[in-house]
């Protein structure tokens, strides 16, 4: 099983692979052998992306519980260590000045053919 993890930039991420780890390691159905394992997948726009690879006895059996039960475990383990799950977001910056804001619908309605004359 493959699961993709983004964290907040400013996380620990030596934290965040041992969270990782953990919830692996702590699942009844992981196989111990081979251990779990974490990768630092790429630094993202939104996030810094991991992956926790484990191996189960759930393959066929019961998969989509397992991958359930592995996010419920990553999000406790976060949420003790204080990691931050990422989320989309932009920054807006507004230079000093004058800004003039104008209505699409304003314009629209004074370019419409039934309002000219």
């Known amino acids: 099983f493959?699961?993709?993890v983004g964290v907040a930039y400013g996380s620990d991420i030596a934290k965040?692979?041992?969270a990782l780890l953990a919830a692996g390691r702590e699942n009844p159905n992981t196989l111990k052998d081979p251990a779990p394992s974490v990768f630092l997948n790429k630094f993202g726009?939104?996030?810094i992306d991991f992956e926790l690879?484990?191996?189960s006895s759930e393959m066929s059996a019961r998969p989509s519980r397992?991958?359930?039960d592995l996010n419920f475990a990553i999000e406790q383990k976060f949420r003790e260590a204080g990691i931050e799950i990422a989320f989309p977001q932009r920054d807006l910056h507004i230079r000093s000045g004058v800004l003039k804001v104008e209505s699409v619908a304003?314009?629209?309605k004074?370019?419409?053919p039934?309002?000219?004359t």
């Open 2 to 4: 493959r699961i993709p």
């Open 16 to 18: 965040v692979r041992e």
């Open 45 to 47: 726009d939104n996030s």
């Open 53 to 55: 690879v484990v191996w």
């Open 66 to 68: 397992y991958r359930s």
């Open 106 to 108: 304003a314009e629209e």
């Open 110 to 112: 004074a370019n419409s």
């Open 114 to 116: 039934s309002h000219k």
